[in-house]
């Protein structure tokens, strides 16, 4: 028997990137408090790790649990607390290069074990006006994005170039997460 995928998240975004390589699971928020410290990378990987353990405690099957994170200048930018934040947070990227950071963890109930990757994309941003960047704020699309941004939607007219998974940068390394699946052994 097939064991059960589970995404921890209830990310629109990321559950419409999971259904890509299967319609085959179901989602389970995580309750983990999302605070993290030393190096981007590490923060991805401990947190993707917790999010994935945390769902095992009461599910039992494949767990998958991911966290993105946008660095620029060693600078993690999470998800902005307001529209003051977020408006900073663009223009901090704007005219610039940053890169967007997921960390993945795919654990594995039955096995005990689990394998986990740090997927990383460069993304360059043209240099923005502030009337742009206000017009974007108002469509509330920064809300609940890292680095203020979903490069899917609106905000896709102020990358100039992307260099890396782009579905990474909407917050599942689909390509990176098919390869951990398969490294377990598990067939999507």
């Known amino acids: 028997m097939r064991e059960q995928v589970v995404l921890a998240s209830t990310s629109p975004r990321r559950i419409e990137l999971l ?6 699971f179901v989602t389970v928020p995580s309750t983990i408090e999302e605070v993290s410290s030393g190096p981007p990378e590490e923060q991805v990987l401990t947190l993707a790790r917790s999010k994935a353990y ?23 930018l999470g998800k902005p607390q307001s529209r003051a934040e977020a408006r900073q947070m663009l223009k901090y990227l704007s005219n610039r290069e940053h890169t967007v950071l997921t960390g993945l963890c795919v654990l594995s ?4 074990e689990h394998r986990q990757s740090v997927e ?17 704020l108002d469509t509330g699309d920064y809300e609940d994005k890292a680095g203020a941004y ?3 939607g609106r905000a896709g007219v102020f990358v100039e170039r992307i260099c890396g998974d782009f579905f990474n940068v909407m917050g599942l390394p689909i390509c ?13």
Do not use: P
């Open 19 to 24: 259904s890509r390589i299967t319609t085959d």
């Open 54 to 76: 945390a769902v095992a405690e009461g599910h039992e099957g494949i767990i998958v649990g991911a966290d993105t994170v946008v660095v620029l200048d060693g600078k993690v």
């Open 109 to 112: 109930t039955k096995a005990k």
């Open 120 to 136: 990383k994309t460069t993304v360059r941003f043209r240099a923005l006006s502030d009337e742009e960047i206000e017009a974007y």
């Open 150 to 152: 979903a490069i899917q």
């Open 176 to 188: 990176r997460l098919y390869l951990l699946l398969a490294e377990m052994g598990i067939e999507v």
